[in-house]
């Protein structure tokens, strides 16, 4: 279901169908992981040492860090930016799932080769990400500082936030960390689709029998593995675009511990490998591998499922 099948022409859903199944499929994703999500964003940006044994260090652990954002700023405060957060994640979704149906149909249209393979729906998995990626940093960057501010609030609503932004950074605020952005999200949402595919038919293989009824697990825990394998490899980067998302943003944070600037990629990995340490590089991955499965095995799931439904209905209305 996921990528131009030449043997599943008659199940095949319209642009339309595949462009809403996206959509729904990173709206129902974004709403059920987004806790993990600003967890991993705070864990992102902590200067200080993600242990126990740094007094200075505000956030040590998962459960420590839920429970006291829970204590400090109420419940609603897990799903900080979630419009902004929502907004990315339904563009994102349709343009992303959309993109790669088309890059892999164009791909076996074009060519000999087999729109399934590996490589195939590695490059067209990245272009497409950067395809989604180039249509919602914007929203990207509201989202992260939404997520990354404490208490009193710097924005208080998501005009706010455009408005003060755009008058004290400039336009060029809405695309801070592109480029790290760019260089994650290609690889990053490669792997997501090859390993899914990969890993799907090496669970057909394992278990053959009962594929039907295993459809929706299978979706589910492949995309699992998918997205621990790709934000493993990719996650750096994303830990500098958080860090880059949030520069001229220090007020915010100043409750946090401590605070830097950056000048761009290059001096944003000196200073975190400086002060740091390689360690540095990986702060809050744990809440991020969590995350990446969650939300890489649903995204999966609720598209095939979206896809499923659709053409259920089509099927019903002929």
């Not at 459809?215 to 995309?223: D, M, P, Q, V």
Request: aromatic share 12%; with cysteine; charged share 20%.
């Amino acid at each position: 279901m996921v990528g131009y099948d030449p043997k599943a022409d008659a199940r095949s859903n319209s642009k339309l169908e595949v462009a809403v199944a996206g959509s729904l499929s990173g709206f129902v994703t974004r709403a059920l992981i987004s806790p993990l999500d600003v967890i991993k964003i705070r864990f992102q940006l902590q200067i200080e040492r993600l242990c126990r044994s740094d007094p200075n260090a505000k956030y040590h652990g998962i459960l420590q860090a839920g429970k006291q954002i829970l204590q400090e700023e109420g419940p609603t405060a897990f799903w900080k930016g979630h419009i902004p957060a929502q907004l990315l994640s339904i563009g994102y979704g349709a343009v992303q799932f959309l993109s790669f149906e088309q890059l892999t149909e164009l791909v076996h249209r074009a060519s000999v080769y087999d729109a399934r393979g590996f490589s195939v729906h590695f490059i067209c998995g990245g272009l497409s990400a950067c395809a989604a990626t180039l249509t919602v940093h914007p929203v990207d960057v509201l989202r992260t500082r939404f997520a990354a501010q404490g208490e009193p609030k710097v924005y208080k609503t998501l005009r706010d936030a455009v408005v003060t932004m755009y008058k004290t950074e400039g336009p060029l605020v809405f695309y801070k960390g592109l480029t790290p952005t760019l260089i994650a999200i290609f690889p990053y949402a490669g792997l997501q689709f090859s390993c899914y595919r990969s890993l799907k038919q090496a669970y057909e293989w394992v278990m053959p029998a009962n594929r039907k009824q295993t459809g929706n697990l299978k979706s589910l825990l492949c995309g699992c593995g998918a997205g621990v394998i790709s934000k493993t490899v990719t996650y750096p980067l994303d830990l500098f675009k958080k860090r880059l998302q949030v520069g001229g943003f220090e007020k915010a944070r100043a409750t946090f511990g401590q605070v830097r600037r950056y000048n761009g990629l290059l001096d944003c990995t000196k200073q975190v490998l400086q002060e740091e340490g390689t360690q540095g590089f990986f702060k809050g991955l744990s809440p991020s591998l969590l995350k990446a499965a969650l939300s890489t095995g649903f995204m999966f799931f609720w598209y095939e499922f979206f896809c499923n439904l659709f053409h259920c209905i089509r099927r019903e209305d002929s």
